[in-house]
């Protein structure tokens, strides 16, 4: 049996160097963001931060941000697996293990940002 | 001139060694494959690869001081002593500096190294504007010796999947071709995650390119071309 890779692209892998770069300028922006809160603000305390997270544009921004971090992460943390991990059912277990993490971490997200309490 | 030599026969030895040497030179001998040759006459088990002795042919690409680059243009003025010569990281040992390139040709064969234009030949040859020309500039020049993909570490991780640096500049040889036909399947047979993409931007290609060529701006033009179709 010829298990050798057939020599074609697999034609993916464009949109995911894409969005990493994409999710990369979104959270320099929202980074950007809250230093600008910040700063306008002569610092950051307790008072500030919950009103910040009562308004729901900046929740939502925050929203973004997560996503584009579980993303961006993804891309990367796959790709240091498909650097230096060799046996494929090992990759495979990492990287399954990866995105349930990452979707965890959504879920999470989701809970602080609109959970109530 | 002190040297520290990679030594490996595996019909004889069970593990690579180091070997040192103390070779005289002549006043005429310029360049290290200058005293690589003297070197051979002191020790004639020593094996290593040279042809053209002026940068053109790739043959005597080896790891020296740390540093991929050719024998047969690297001054033995600028080298520190001892002088270490090691064989291209990454690749297997055949024995002593020779390595085994299959799977580098392989890959750059993978790229289909040749004009694709299926539209019939004219009676003298297809021409290119100048300005279509200026874009191989850069590109034809590279005389796959291997210093780069060698020097890459994405392609020590993955040499049977990765193209590596001389593959990829190759690819974008042809890409960059005004009189090639087959752009799009060429960006096909490139967009893949191991393919093009492990590339990380790490520029080793830049620095050892013993022809001042630029591979990691040949891979990013792919990377152009891709987006420039697909978005």
């Known amino acids: ?117 | 001139m002190k040297f520290r030599v990679y030594r490996y026969d595996p019909e004889s030895d069970a593990a690579p060694y180091v070997e040192d040497y103390d070779v005289a030179l002549e006043s005429t001998d310029r360049m290290l494959l200058d005293a690589l040759i003297r070197l051979k006459a002191v020790d004639d088990t020593f094996s290593f690869r040279r042809s053209c002795r002026e940068g053109v042919c790739g043959s005597d690409a080896m790891n020296i001081n740390g540093k991929n680059g050719l024998a047969c243009i690297t001054n033995l003025k600028e080298l520190k002593e001892p002088v270490e010569l090691r064989p291209l990281p990454g690749l297997p040992v055949i024995r002593d500096l020779i390595v085994d390139m299959s799977q580098f040709f392989k890959q750059y064969h993978s790229i289909k190294p040749y004009l694709v234009n299926d539209t019939p030949p004219p009676e003298k040859e297809r021409l290119q504007s100048p300005e279509d020309r200026d874009e191989l500039d850069g590109l034809y020049e590279c005389i796959l010796c291997a210093c780069c993909s060698t020097a890459c570490p994405s392609f020590w991780w993955n040499p049977d999947k990765f193209v590596g640096p001389a593959g990829l500049l190759q690819a974008y040889r042809f890409i960059a071709d005004s009189r090639d036909h087959a752009t799009s399947e060429r960006l096909d047979n490139l967009e893949d995650p191991y393919r093009l993409f492990r590339c990380h931007t790490i520029m080793n290609c830049i620095d050892v390119c013993p022809k001042g060529l630029n591979p990691t701006k040949a891979i990013v033009k792919i990377r152009d071309s891709m987006v420039k179709r697909t978005v």
């Open chain 1, 1 to 117: 049996m010829v298990t050798e890779r057939h020599v074609t692209g697999a034609h993916f892998g464009l949109k995911d160097w894409i969005v990493q770069r994409v999710s990369a300028v979104l959270m320099a922006l929202y980074t950007a963001l809250l230093v600008a809160i910040a700063l306008w603000n002569g610092g950051v305390d307790y008072a500030l931060w919950k009103a910040l997270f009562a308004n729901a544009a900046f929740k939502l921004a925050s929203f973004l941000f997560m996503v584009a971090l579980l993303y961006h992460a993804w891309v990367g943390v796959r790709d240091l697996f498909m650097d230096y991990i060799k046996p494929f059912a090992l990759r495979l277990l990492l990287e399954a293990a990866t995105v349930v993490v990452l979707v965890a971490y959504l879920g999470w997200t989701l809970q602080i940002l609109w959970g109530g309490r």
